[in-house]
């Protein structure tokens, strides 16, 4: 199970933009890719710099994400309820894992 109170301030944003980017593209649930987007497009986070880092390509990350998400299913009806993915759930419970 997630638990908010255990996430840094940063990651409670990411989550939130992550979820506003999920409602953007109309998508039911969460992904990981829209919190990967979230993660890119962050002011001050530490995902663009350690992957600068490593030599990763930024650009090409963001790209790739946002195609990737462009696939996932859309969902119509301006009332639908947006959740989090499976995916998701078991991403951030490996990362909780992880952290204890």
Same mark, same amino acid.
């Given at each position: /199970?997630?638990? =908010?109170? +255990? /996430? #840094? !301030?940063? #990651? ?10 999920? !409602? @953007?593209?109309?998508?039911?649930? !969460?992904? =990981? ?14 995902? #663009? ?19 990737? /998400?462009? +696939? &996932?299913? @859309?969902?119509?009806?301006? #009332?639908? @309820? ?5 995916? &998701? ?7 909780? +894992?992880?952290?204890?």
């Amino acid at each position: /199970m997630i638990r =908010p109170d +255990k /996430m #840094t !301030v940063k #990651t409670q944003e990411a989550l939130a933009a992550a979820h506003e980017l999920s !409602v @953007q593209a109309g998508n039911p649930a !969460v992904e =990981p890719e829209h919190l990967l987007l979230a993660l890119l497009d962050q002011e001050g986070g530490l995902v #663009t710099a350690l992957l600068r880092k490593i030599g990763a390509s930024i650009p090409i990350i963001h790209s790739t994400a946002e195609a990737a /998400m462009k +696939k &996932l299913p @859309q969902a119509s009806g301006a #009332t639908a @309820q947006v959740y989090i993915s499976s995916a &998701l759930n078991r991403l951030l419970s490996a990362g909780q +894992k992880e952290a204890d």
